[in-house]
């Protein structure tokens, strides 16, 4: 009895201790695939977690080379722009030289017809020489003295007038309206001196009364129309330059804000990268330096592009001071015209001097007829010729002064 109660404690203790190892065995095995579903679950949520930065990181390089790409192409739109102006301004300094060479050739003709004019004023002034010495009449040294000033100093103003880029804008549009004023003044002296050479001694003074107020009032009318010009023409100059001056400012202010969007964009970028360094595994470090190296390309070809848009605007700038002395241009040769439209009103004076003496002369060659009857003939011819060329010297002092103050202006 008491060796079967031993022989079933020793099988019990025999068959606890095989339990108690199996639930060891079993406890290990289960903490074990504990440890592989916990390690797993650790790379699995390390390998997402790169994965959706470098994702983001892609889509944030692929915006960034889009933006730079249309950078670029806005550049080279620029450049083109600024090639094409450059072009058109080649141009119309080329066609500016041609005419100021051809309004130089004017001038010259019209010192040549001064040169003609002051020859007939010596041929004058010797007949008039000899109408006195005969008459006992009045003397013309006021007469020469007066158009010899004219002529002089009208001529300086033909030699000292310079012309350069700014005073010959628009000249080509008045080419052809001041050859049509010449012609018409021309026209005007042949009217004047076919009326010289058919009116009578008695009726010459009131015709040319009535020939000054109408030549008075054609010069009033072109000076209204002058004026007209200037202000038209000081008008689209200035819609010119606040066209300019808003799409420079509009230009400058969209490039200002792209550069501050890109560098927004770059900072956030960096600091992704700053922030996902320490989560991303070593075999998406190669990739992240290549994106950095794009990033640094990018941002060097942001600093040349914003380089080359400084320079474009330094010569935007250029040109907006080339219009300013242009203006000051205009101004000065305003003032030049304010001038000789003075000295034309002293001519015109002048000219009614010259017409008061010429009535005198006539009025003391008609008494010195009456008085010798023998010379009243010969007198009354030279007094009629004298008459006759100093109303042609009037309307070409006229022509010359309105031509020479057209030129000016334009």
């Known amino acids: 009895m008491s060796s079967w109660l031993g022989g079933l404690g020793s099988g019990l203790g025999q068959s606890l201790g095989q339990v108690g190892g199996s639930l060891a065995s079993l406890t290990g095995q289960i903490s074990n695939f504990t440890k592989d579903m916990l390690m797993e679950g650790t790379e699995e949520v390390e390998a997402e977690l790169p994965n959706s930065r470098r994702k983001e990181i892609e889509a944030i390089h692929s915006i960034l080379r889009s933006e730079n790409e249309r950078l670029k192409k806005l550049c080279t739109d620029l450049e083109e722009k600024h090639e094409a102006s450059e072009l058109q301004i080649k141009q119309q300094s080329t066609s500016y030289r041609n005419q100021l060479q051809q309004k130089e050739v004017e001038i010259s003709h019209l010192k040549a017809r001064q040169i003609a004019l002051q020859d007939q004023l010596l041929k004058l002034q010797s007949a008039a020489q000899s109408v006195n010495s005969g008459v006992g009449g009045v003397p013309t040294s006021t007469a020469s003295s007066s158009f010899s000033y004219g002529v002089s100093h009208h001529a300086s103003a033909f030699h000292d007038d310079d012309m350069d880029f700014g005073d010959i804008i628009s000249s080509q549009q008045e080419i052809n309206r001041l050859s049509n004023e010449v012609s018409r003044l021309e026209s005007e002296?042949?009217?004047?001196?076919?009326?010289?050479?058919?009116?009578?001694?008695?009726?010459?003074?009131s015709s040319d009364q009535s020939e000054i107020c109408k030549l008075q009032n054609i010069i009033k009318e072109l000076k209204q129309n002058r004026s007209q010009e200037i202000d038209n023409h000081q008008h689209e100059m200035s819609v010119l330059q606040n066209a300019h001056q808003q799409k420079l400012t509009e230009i400058t202010r969209r490039h200002r804000e792209e550069l501050s969007d890109y560098e927004e964009r770059i900072e956030e970028l960096e600091n992704l990268l700053q922030?996902?360094?320490?989560?991303?595994?070593?075999?998406?470090?190669?990739?992240?330096?290549?994106?950095?190296?794009?990033?640094?390309?990018?941002?060097?070809?942001?600093?040349?592009?914003?380089?080359?848009?400084?320079?474009?605007?330094?010569?935007?700038?250029?040109?907006?001071?080339?219009?300013?002395?242009?203006?000051?241009?205009?101004?000065?040769?305003?003032k030049e015209q304010e001038r000789l439209n003075m000295e034309n009103r002293q001519i015109i004076k002048e000219c009614e001097s010259l017409k008061l003496e010429c009535t005198k002369l006539q009025s003391d060659t008609v008494t010195e007829r009456e008085r010798i009857h023998p010379q009243s003939t010969s007198v009354e011819k030279e007094v009629f010729r004298l008459q006759q060329a100093l109303s042609g010297i009037n309307v070409w002092n006229l022509f010359l002064i309105d031509v020479s103050l057209h030129t000016v202006c334009f």
């Open 189 to 205: 002296v042949g009217h004047w001196r076919h009326i010289a050479q058919t009116s009578k001694a008695q009726g010459s003074n």
């Open 275 to 334: 922030q996902g360094g320490s989560g991303i595994a070593v075999t998406d470090h190669s990739k992240i330096h290549e994106m950095q190296k794009t990033i640094q390309s990018l941002q060097t070809e942001k600093v040349e592009s914003t380089k080359k848009i400084e320079e474009l605007e330094d010569k935007i700038k250029d040109i907006s001071k080339t219009l300013s002395f242009a203006e000051n241009d205009r101004d000065v040769l305003r």
